[in-house]
């Protein structure tokens, strides 16, 4: 057989593989739909994703990027939240998308699905990129998309999440490729902008770490050449970082981001022993989150995969030899998973890095991969004593997971057993054996690597389906200890007619108090003509969260009704007026109080009404509309004259005025703003987060502008421009190099 033979065979032999990992992975992701329709359609992503994404979509459009939101109160700096994709073409295609979609759930489903598919071909090639065989990449490339965070964490809500960890494997295939001279540095490139531009940090933060392992790997061969490649790559790649971050950075000293120090709540921070029981797909850790029952999170958010179990089958007589035939791969591997697992098993707060448990679906892609390697190249032992230790290993997770969950111990064990006899099987197999004497009879296996494959395909899909067999249960017969998932379904419609339906009681800028699904949640605020301070953000303006929207926006508590009619000290003005709301739903739970003062007296505030009212919300709305958002509210000088009113500032004509003009904005005071004309200078914002300004005494009318640019804008623009133009000019003159070479 010659060379162009054996090529053929082998690309034919990756493609009939990839096509099994996509049909596989394809049918896997379906499998939760069967108990549940809307699995792909939960949590952030209802009240997040969508509605963000269909923001951005509306922004193109109009031909805007999004950079910036005067109307949505306490958010709306889109450049500084840094997940909105500002900079990120694929993130612009997706919003389009979104904002075409008819049916947002169908949009949420296919595009996370696919998101699974890139996954698991993207580990198959990263597989095959280190010499591991068709078989074992194959088998990774179909176990790997569904570890437990990724599938229940990434893929139901933390839709970034599932994007920066699905090209994550192909990041690190193409930067071999790179290092091997098959490609030049814009296919890596644009993967790496790609990942860094969703601006998901722990992405970024993987991506550095695998550069880091290439970048010693080649320190250690002393191939200059590579480390030279790896330096000049990742200068256009972190000047691309440090344009995504910088801002965010820039504006922290008044977000909710300002975290200093390092601290342990163990709030969705695992613990090392969870790894013993991690290849249960029924395992419950036991760390603080949302999502508990009885000090357990049911979510297996720690299950990496029944695959863990053949470490005991491996056989590391040669395993000094592997290292030493294998030393560039593994230092590769070594240090993302050292990050990974410093992060994962370490504090839950390091300054902003908050909730370790996401670097858990990194970790199950490192481990898993390393598994595989080793199997690959030192192959399985099946005998006596490792069947002993497996039974060990059986026993002691089983023990620990009851431990956590003692009223599934029957459910543990039945699956546990399934699981091992299985596994068992497939150990057996991969050992080179080729029959399986019974009592009664001798089975021969024709095609072990066939059968290899069936079985991990059957304990993949056994283990989904136990998964979600109770999916959506948040009422058990033995008190939610039964739980397997509990992640909150908003009841977000999935067409944007029923949302603008929902939407028709209100008008203008609008805030929703209380916490019910019967209304319009977070984000998807955007879907509407409406504005509202409900909008979700990661990045909330302090001050303002802590006076009056509280730390998670969607959620903004009934106790502040009282507030929004409370005059201010300064301007002697209710909050209502200044923040230039038109309506507002009061939302008839805890103590029912400002609802029943609504419907039942008809108590309103002069100058409002009660428009509508229902079981869960009563709505009350301005008689008269306020100025639109970003206008001046409150002013000691009569007389102003407002000519523009615009997303990135006001020009306003200001009188002859005897004192010294104090000027309030209805504006979220972030870092950017700067006043010409008049001798006007800002001043202490209002309450701590409105804009404010104040103009010397004048005879004379004077035209001023309050104007607002995103601090560090222009240089991320610049670093953008620089990254994306270094690399084009490094490709360029690589292939010039390269002519110049052949002539």
């Excluded at 990742?234 to 120090?261: D, K, W």
């Excluded at 419950?284 to 958010?301: I, K």
């Amino acid at each position: 057989m010659n060379i162009i033979q054996k090529a053929r065979n082998r690309w034919q032999n990756s493609v009939g593989a990839l096509a099994l990992i996509i049909v596989v992975v394809t049918i896997f992701s379906l499998i939760p739909l069967i108990f549940y329709k809307r699995f792909y359609f939960l949590d952030d992503t209802q009240r997040g994703a969508i509605g963000q994404w269909y923001e951005v979509g509306k922004l193109l459009a109009q031909g805007h990027l999004p950079i910036f939101n005067v109307a949505a109160q306490g958010s709306g700096n889109y450049l500084a939240e840094g997940q909105w994709g500002t900079f990120n073409p694929l993130v612009w295609l997706i919003a389009t998308a979104v904002y075409h979609s008819s049916n947002f759930l169908i949009f949420a489903t296919v595009f996370k699905i696919f998101l699974l598919n890139l996954l698991g071909t993207g580990t198959f090639m990263l597989a095959k990129s280190m010499s591991i065989t068709e078989r074992y990449a194959t088998i990774y490339g179909i176990i790997t998309p569904f570890v437990g965070f990724t599938l229940f964490a990434g893929a139901s809500s933390w839709v970034t999440d599932l994007m920066v960890s699905a090209m994550f494997p192909w990041f690190w295939y193409v930067l071999r490729l790179f290092l091997s001279k098959k490609t030049g540095p814009i296919l890596v490139f644009i993967v790496g902008y790609a990942i860094i531009t969703i601006g998901y940090v722990f992405g970024t933060i993987m991506l550095i770490s695998v550069m880091l392992g290439a970048l010693v790997g080649a320190a250690v061969e002393k191939n200059w050449r590579h480390a030279r490649k790896v330096v000049f790559l990742g200068i256009a790649l972190a000047a691309t970082t440090i344009a995504v971050y910088l801002p965010g950075i820039a504006i922290s000293s008044v977000t909710m981001r300002n975290t200093e120090g390092i601290f342990n709540d163990n709030f969705l921070s695992p613990n090392l022993s969870d790894l013993f029981f991690s290849f249960s797909p029924v395992s419950y850790s036991e760390m603080n989150s949302w999502w508990m029952a009885s000090g357990v999170t049911y979510l297996p958010f720690m299950y990496i995969s029944w695959f863990v179990l053949l470490v005991v089958f491996i056989d590391f007589r040669q395993f000094k030899a592997f290292i030493t035939n294998h030393r560039i791969s593994f230092i590769q591997w070594s240090a993302p998973m050292l990050v990974t697992f410093l992060l994962l098993f370490g504090p839950a707060n390091i300054g902003p890095l908050r909730f370790p448990v996401r670097m858990m679906a990194y970790f199950g892609q490192l481990f898993l991969l390393m598994i595989v390697l080793l199997i690959d190249n030192l192959g399985l032992r099946f005998n006596k004593t490792r069947v002993r230790w497996f039974i060990f290993v059986i026993v002691l997770g089983s023990y620990l997971e009851i431990a956590n969950t003692p009223a599934r111990t029957k459910s543990i064990i039945i699956i546990n057993i399934i699981i091992a006899a299985l596994v068992s099987a497939l150990a057996y197999l991969g050992s080179g054996k080729k029959s399986i004497p019974l009592k009664w009879v001798n089975l021969k296996v024709k095609h072990p690597v066939l059968m290899m494959v069936s079985l991990t395909i059957a304990l993949s899909g056994f283990s989904l389906l136990v998964q979600q067999r109770v999916i959506g249960r948040q009422n058990d017969a033995i008190q939610n200890q039964h739980i397997t998932y509990v992640y909150p379904d908003y009841q977000m419609p999935a067409k944007k007619t029923e949302v603008l339906k929902t939407a028709e009681k209100f008008k203008g800028n609008s805030v929703v108090l209380g916490f019910n699904r019967h209304t319009i949640m977070g984000n998807d605020w955007y879907l509407t003509a409406n504005n509202s301070m409900n909008v979700y953000t990661p990045v909330g303006f302090k001050k303002f969260s802590d006076d009056f929207r509280g730390s998670d926006p969607t959620r903004i508590s009934i106790k502040n009704y009282s507030k929004l009619f409370e005059l201010d000290d300064q301007t002697k003005m209710p909050l209502v007026d200044l923040l230039a709301v038109d309506t507002v739903a009061v939302g008839n739970e805890g103590n029912h109080k400002a609802y029943y003062q609504i419907v039942r007296h008809h108590n309103v505030p002069n100058g409002w009404q009660l428009t509508s009212f229902d079981s869960s919300y009563a709505i009350i709305q301005r008689i008269r509309s306020s100025q639109p958002i970003g206008s001046i509210v409150s002013s000691n000088v009569n007389g102003i004259d407002q000519i523009i009113n615009s997303n990135y500032g006001v020009k306003f004509k200001l009188p002859p005025h005897e004192t010294t003009a104090d000027i309030v904005f209805s504006r979220t005071a972030w870092p950017g703003y700067k006043v010409s004309g008049g001798q006007g200078v800002l001043d202490k914002p209002l309450r701590g987060y409105l804009v404010r300004i104040k103009v010397p005494a004048s005879k004379k009318a004077t035209t001023i502008n309050l104007q607002f640019e995103p601090p560090f804008f222009k240089a991320s623009v610049a670093l953008i421009f620089f990254a994306i133009t270094s690399v084009l000019f490094w490709s360029f003159g690589r292939l010039m190099f390269k002519y110049k070479k052949i002539s």
